[in-house]
Nanobody
Framework: QVQLVESGGGLMQAGGSLRLSCAAS????????MGWFRQAPGKERNLVAA????????YYADSVKGRFTISRDNAKNTVALQMNSLKPEDTAVYYC?????????????????WGQGTQVTVSS
């Protein structure tokens, strides 16, 4: 089992920045691909960014490229999402997730473990 706890959400004006953090406990964190997903009201949950434990590869959704950065610290069992130049359309509940298969995490939005989510609201 892996337990994931997100923090860092909140209310921000458009153009501002927020940093989300996800703390992991339980099984070997460093052997999981990690992702940040988001779900806006009435919409599906979609992958925003991901980082591979094995290759170091990263993935970003087109809507956040150049604005968001995912990073992980295996020594501290944390993964972060730095969000800059925030837009109202970034408003959503953001979820941290851990998956053991990159193709499923990135291609099918599937993960083994999920956090409870943290609300991000961007005002115009």
């Amino acid at each position: 089992q892996v337990q994931l706890v997100e923090s860092g959400g909140g209310l921000m004006q458009a153009g501002g920045s927020l940093r989300l953090s996800c703390a992991a406990s339980g099984r070997t964190f460093s052997r999981y691909h990690m992702g940040w997903f988001r779900q806006a009201p009435g919409k599906e949950r979609n992958l925003v960014a991901a980082t591979s434990w094995s290759t170091g590869n990263t993935y970003y959704a087109d809507s956040v490229k150049g604005r968001f950065t995912i990073s992980r610290d295996n020594a501290k069992n944390t993964v972060a999402l730095q969000m800059n130049s925030l837009k109202p359309e970034d408003t959503a509940v953001y979820y941290c997730a851990a998956g053991d298969a990159w193709a499923r995490l990135v291609g099918r939005n599937e993960a083994e473990y999920w956090g409870q989510g943290t609300q991000v609201t961007v005002s115009s």
